[in-house]
Nanobody, 119 residues
Framework: QVQLVESGGGLVQAGGSLRLSCAAS????????MNWYRQAPGKQRELVAGISRSGTINYADSAKGRFTISRDNAKNTVWLQMSSLRPQDTAVYLCYAKGGPSLSWNEYWGQGTQVTVSS
């Protein structure tokens, strides 16, 4: 099993920056992909950015050029550096991990961290 704990959310003014962290514990060697999702009130959960164990990265169009995802496999941590934040970035940001065959391809979610961007 894998446990995910996010941190780093908070209140920031538009144009500001925040760095989110997601620390994984448990059977972390079985994780093949770690993603950041977000969910705003009344909206569907959406993928923000993802990074594979080998380092392949993808971003949502809304994140390109403003957000950077990175990963330290040795520390079992993934970060999301967010810059030029906009009020529409306000959401609960959730860390997600996809397990490989050793984890029976299970999916894991953190509890989320609130990001609020004021105008």
């Amino acid at each position: 099993q894998v446990q995910l704990v996010e941190s780093g959310g908070g209140l920031v003014q538009a144009g500001g920056s925040l760095r989110l962290s997601c620390a994984a514990s448990g059977s972390t060697s079985g994780i093949i992909v770690m993603n950041w999702y977000r969910q705003a009130p009344g909206k569907q959960r959406e993928l923000v950015a993802g990074i594979s164990r080998s380092g392949t990265i993808n971003y949502a169009d809304s994140a390109k050029g403003r957000f950077t995802i990175s990963r330290d496999n040795a520390k079992n941590t993934v970060w999301l550096q967010m810059s030029s934040l906009r009020p529409q970035d306000t959401a609960v940001y959730l860390c997600y991990a996809k397990g490989g065959p050793s984890l029976s391809w299970n999916e894991y979610w953190g509890q989320g961290t609130q990001v609020t961007v004021s105008s």
